[in-house]
């Protein structure tokens, strides 16, 4: 498990206090930077513009635990899940935020990480590096 940093100020999705990054799964490191590229890019390297979108709201990285609910390792576990802005995209939730915002979805697909929010029981903050 090693910590990526973002190119914009991150900060705790419940407190607002300052984190210099995220932790993740060494092997799931330079996917989530370049992930972080993209999306810094196409917010024009704006800090305001990556608020508006809710990127600067860190929800999750690694974190042993089971799945909610369930009797299973979450994929935060293994260090290859992140959530943001766990506020306006929360678990459950059929319309998360982050369907009105292609740039970071398209971040995301384009190194082939899944987006909870189309599963199911949407989940729009997760996004995960690996399926099972």
């Keep these: 498990i090693i910590r990526v940093k973002a190119p914009w100020q991150l900060m705790t999705a419940w407190d607002f206090t300052p984190v210099s990054g995220i932790l993740i799964h060494k092997k799931c490191a330079d996917s989530l930077s370049k992930v972080f590229e993209q999306i810094w890019q196409a917010s024009g390297q704006n800090q305001q513009k990556i608020n508006e979108w809710g990127m600067q709201l860190l929800a999750g990285g690694y974190n042993f635990r089971l ?8 994929m935060h576990s293994w260090g290859c899940a992140v959530d943001f802005d766990s506020a306006r995209n929360s ?30 029981k949407p989940d729009g903050m997760h996004w995960q590096a690996a399926d099972v």
Excluded at 104 to 118: C, H, I, P
């Design 91 to 120: 678990f459950g939730d059929p319309h998360p935020n982050f369907q009105h915002i292609p740039a970071v979805l398209d971040a995301f697909k384009a190194q082939e990480w899944t987006w909870g929010g189309t599963w199911g």
């Design 67 to 74: 799945m909610r609910g369930g009797t299973r390792l979450s």
